[in-house]
């Protein structure tokens, strides 16, 4: 199996009860929130960070790298 290197620096887990373990454990330790989700990249299962719904509402209105770019029309 080969890791992309979106996922390569994070830890796996192979079952969903695992991640959902350590999920649960991270929650009570820092009192944030955290999901799970499975990668596409190497088929495990990740916890992440919660992002609340303001924050990734603002993330997706921004422009893409694309409309930033200025064409020179000379």
Do not use: N
Not at 37 to 57: D, E, N, T
């Amino acid at each position: 199996m080969q890791i992309d290197r979106d996922c390569g620096t994070k830890q796996g887990y192979l079952t969903k009860a695992d991640a959902k373990r350590v999920a649960r454990l991270m929650s009570s330790r820092h009192r944030e929130g955290f999901h799970l989700y499975r990668c596409p990249h190497c088929a495990l299962w990740h916890v992440g960070h919660v992002v609340p719904a303001v924050i990734r509402a603002a993330i997706q209105r921004l422009p893409t790298r694309r409309a930033w770019r200025v064409e020179a029309s000379w």
